[in-house]
Structures are given as structure tokens and as C-alpha cells.
Antibody
Framework: QVQLVESGGGVVQPGRSLRLSCAASGFTFNTIGMHWVRQAPGKGLEWVAIVWFDGNNKFYADSVKGRFTVSRDNSRNTLYLQMNSLRDEDTAIYYC?????????????WGQGTLVTVSS | QSALTQPASVSGSPGQSITISCTGTSSDVGGYNYVSWYQQHPGAAPQPLIYDVVTRPSGVSNRFSASKSGNTASLTISGLQPEDEADYYCSSYTSENTVIFGGGTKLTVL
């Protein structure tokens, strides 16, 4: 059974940094790409980033490019999102999600999310 | 990277059918057969409904079907049930190896 458990959310001041983690279990982590998707309070889903299975390819939404870095530690079955220079508009629930195999862009499993609040 | 365009809301009565559209560009929806749909109930994580334009994951009711024509994809829910009341999101793979979501559609079952 696939499990994705996010952690690391909290309240942070604008301009500061935060690192999110996502512990994965129930599948062979090092064979599949992983996404971060966020959802601002009362708003829709916004895709944030993807890292391919081996960690060598990473792609980002324009809204976070240059500020956020996605990475993974396949030895620990863990996905990360390093968020720097945080802005008010980064306030959201951040979901870790698994790429569906052989289906580019599709997600087949989601975590329950971790809330990040950027506020002074 | 503007969001794919979905209607903000749709409604229908139990037993009826509704269709939600999702319009993008030739760089996303129109360029690839990689459109997905998700259902999200309040306070819950999204759940996958459709991938690769038309494919239902195992366990998803066959009351959910989807299609695509040009730059517009569509999700149809037939035989509406009260539990179908939720938010629905489309997404597409893009020419930049990224993913783009639609703005979401709130379905009300009257």
C-alpha cells in the first residue's frame, strides 16, 4: 500500500526558508518520479515541481523557479522541497505525489499534505 | 504558464449527466494525449479519476468518462450521485516537461 507522509510545514516569515520532507513507503521509490503540488487556502491545485526517478532531472513551475529546489534521497525513500525566499503567496498546503508509471504528467497517489503559512 | 481553463461551477440533479470542459493550448492539452482528471472532496487530498485522456484507474466507477478534441478535454459524469459533489481538476503534461492544472470546477448535485 502506497504511503506518502509529508512533514516540515509551519509558519515562517517572508524571505525566510523552509524544507519539506515526504517519506514514501509501499513501493519501489527509486523507480518513479515524484511531484510537489500545492493548494492555497480556498484555491485550486498548482503544480510546483517534479524530480525524475534518479534525481538527475528536475522541472519547476515558473512561480517557484530559482527559489525552490526539489531533491530526493533514494536510500532513505524520501522526497524534499527546499523553499527559499518565501513569499506570502507561497502560503498553501503542499502535497507530495507519485508519478503514474508510463503516463507523463499523471499522478496516481497523493499524500495528505503539510500546511505552509508565510506571514510576518 | 496560465492555468487550463475550466468552468468555475456546474450542477446537475441525481441521475443526470454533466460535462466539464478543460481548455488549453497546443503546448499542453492539444499537443499530447496526457490529460488527467482528479476529484477532490473538501478537506481531502485529490483522487485520480482519469489519465492518458480516457483511461480510468482500477476502482474508479465507469460513470466517469473523458475525451479530448483539439485543445479541449472533457470529463463526463453520468448517473450523478450525491457523493459526486466535489471539486474537479484537469491537468496536462506540457512541452516544457512540466504539468499544468486547470482552475478547478465545483460540481453541485442539486
Amino acid at each position: 500500500q502506497v504511503q506518502l507522509v509529508e512533514s516540515g510545514g509551519g509558519v515562517v516569515q517572508p524571505g525566510r526558508s523552509l524544507r519539506l520532507s515526504c517519506a514514501a513507503s509501499g513501493f519501489t521509490f527509486n523507480t518513479i518520479g515524484m511531484h510537489w503540488v500545492r493548494q492555497a487556502p480556498g484555491k485550486g491545485l498548482e503544480w510546483v515541481a517534479i524530480v525524475w526517478f534518479d534525481g538527475n532531472n528536475k522541472f519547476y513551475a515558473d512561480s517557484v523557479k530559482g527559489r525552490f529546489t526539489v531533491s530526493r534521497d533514494n536510500s532513505r525513500n524520501t522526497l524534499y522541497l527546499q523553499m527559499n525566499s518565501l513569499r506570502d503567496e507561497d502560503t498553501a498546503i503542499y502535497y507530495c505525489a507519485r508519478q503514474r508509471s508510463m503516463a507523463p504528467g499523471a499522478i496516481d497517489s497523493w499524500g495528505q499534505g503539510t500546511l505552509v503559512t508565510v506571514s510576518s | 504558464q496560465s492555468a487550463l481553463t475550466q468552468p468555475a461551477s456546474v450542477s446537475g440533479s441525481p441521475g443526470q449527466s454533466i460535462t466539464i470542459s478543460c481548455t488549453g493550448t497546443s503546448s499542453d492539452v492539444g499537443g499530447y494525449n496526457y490529460v488527467s482528471w482528479y476529484q477532490q472532496h473538501p478537506g481531502a487530498a485529490p483522487q485520480p479519476l482519469i489519465y492518458d485522456v480516457v483511461t480510468r484507474p482500477s476502482g474508479v466507477s465507469n460513470r466517469f468518462s473523458a475525451s479530448k478534441s483539439g485543445n479541449t478535454a472533457s470529463l463526463t459524469i453520468s448517473g450523478l450521485q450525491p457523493e459526486d459533489e466535489a471539486d474537479y481538476y484537469c491537468s496536462s503534461y506540457t512541452s516544457e516537461n512540466t504539468v499544468i492544472f486547470g482552475g478547478g470546477t465545483k460540481l453541485t448535485v442539486l
